[in-house]
């Protein structure tokens, strides 16, 4: 009995650790993200300046350089809805799985099992929390993954709208 107590104790504590190491890499996603989220909203307010520089409000919709605000207005959009993933699919409020149970929830059983029989139960429920977090931090990390390819992408977006702006332009004079 003696050694089944030692060994739930061991668990106990490895199962503590392993949440608290969850709860570590969910902390450093959520850095990452609003470092990523920083660097957007710089690159959308750099290139809404740009954009206020490059309309000419003197002359008329026709004469505008729509070569090169047609891309730009493009990479705007892109890096908004960018921003927005982040917003929603790293940034987003959910709850935390917290590192032990709550006493209310204990309490009423204590006349119905032993300690050692409520210990062991709270290690089915904290397995529960530990896969439930590393599940969310797999859900964060891909996306943080998905805006990363994103970023990388916008200068495409760019050229790609530009060209395309560019055939249009031949192809219309």
């Given at each position: 009995?003696?050694?089944?107590?030692?060994?739930?104790?061991?668990?106990?504590?490895?199962?503590e650790?392993?949440?608290?190491?969850?709860?570590?890499?969910l902390?450093?996603?959520?850095?990452?993200?609003?470092?990523i989220?920083s660097?957007?909203?710089?690159?959308?307010g750099s290139?809404?300046?740009?954009?206020?520089?490059?309309v000419d409000?003197?002359?008329?919709?026709a004469n505008?350089?729509?070569?090169v605000?047609?891309?730009?207005?493009?990479?705007?959009?892109?890096?908004v809805?960018?921003?927005?993933?982040?917003?929603?699919?790293?940034?987003?409020?959910?709850?935390i799985?917290?590192?032990?149970n709550e006493?209310?929830?204990l309490?009423p059983?204590?006349?119905e099992?032993?300690?050692?029989?409520l210990r062991k139960?709270?290690?089915?429920?904290l397995?529960g929390?530990?896969d439930?977090?590393?599940q969310?931090n797999?859900?964060?990390?891909k996306?943080?993954?998905l805006?990363?390819?994103?970023?990388?992408f916008?200068p495409?977006?760019?050229?790609?709208?530009?060209?395309?702006?560019?055939?249009?332009a031949?192809?219309?004079s």
């Amino acid at each position: 009995m003696a050694k089944e107590l030692e060994s739930i104790d061991w668990i106990e504590n490895q199962a503590e650790k392993n949440l608290e190491f969850h709860h570590g890499c969910l902390e450093n996603l959520r850095k990452e993200a609003h470092v990523i989220l920083s660097i957007v909203i710089v690159a959308i307010g750099s290139l809404f300046g740009y954009l206020l520089q490059v309309v000419d409000v003197t002359v008329g919709f026709a004469n505008q350089r729509w070569l090169v605000l047609l891309p730009s207005f493009a990479l705007l959009a892109y890096l908004v809805t960018t921003g927005n993933i982040v917003i929603s699919k790293v940034l987003r409020i959910r709850d935390i799985e917290p590192p032990t149970n709550e006493p209310k929830n204990l309490l009423p059983h204590v006349k119905e099992y032993s300690c050692d029989q409520l210990r062991k139960f709270e290690l089915d429920n904290l397995q529960g929390r530990i896969d439930r977090t590393r599940q969310r931090n797999e859900e964060t990390a891909k996306s943080i993954t998905l805006v990363r390819r994103f970023l990388c992408f916008a200068p495409v977006v760019f050229m790609a709208v530009f060209m395309a702006s560019s055939l249009l332009a031949v192809l219309c004079s």
